[in-house]
């Protein structure tokens, strides 16, 4: 038992749980992969809860960073709309919110850059992306296909 329970202690807690008291006992194999499948989900969700508004507030400031200087008038529209300072509460609705805001932002940024030809500013911005999508990748990952191989 927690006496401060977070929610990735809960998740982590259902995914072991799963494992250990639930999936022995199971022995039809279709319900053991999806299972095990659920048993990832959960650590995936696990590891997502506990980082999830940081990742969201460092992704807007490294967006801020990429678009700073840009005189485009669609950037210039959107930042002026996203407000590209931390979110005004830490609700996860409104952190997402602001990084919706930001995405748009960013968004705007890619097509000025590349219509201005700048590889600098494209690079920057690309870099954002790419690490977004590696932090999903990780996160959601390639699901195992436990138990298929």
Do not use: F, K
Not at 6 to 27: C, K, N, S, W, Y
Not at 76 to 85: G, Y
Not at 125 to 147: F, N, S
């Amino acid at each position: 038992m927690y006496s401060r329970p977070t929610t990735e202690q809960i998740l982590l807690g259902l995914a072991r749980d799963l494992e250990e008291q639930v999936l022995p006992h199971v022995e039809h194999e279709p319900a053991r992969v999806a299972l095990g499948m659920i048993g990832q989900l959960l650590r995936g969700c696990a590891v997502r809860s506990a980082h999830e508004i940081a990742w969201a507030e460092e992704e807007v400031a490294a967006i801020a960073a990429a678009v700073e200087g840009m005189e485009d008038p669609a950037v210039v529209s959107a930042r002026e709309a996203c407000a590209l300072a931390p979110a005004v509460t830490l609700h996860l609705d409104d952190v997402l919110d602001h990084y919706h805001r930001a995405s748009v932002v960013l968004s705007a940024g890619l097509e000025a850059a590349y219509r201005a030809g700048d590889a600098r500013r494209i690079d920057d911005l690309r870099a954002v992306l790419e690490a977004r999508t590696a932090r999903e990748a990780q996160i959601l990952g390639a699901l195992d296909l436990v138990g298929r191989g």
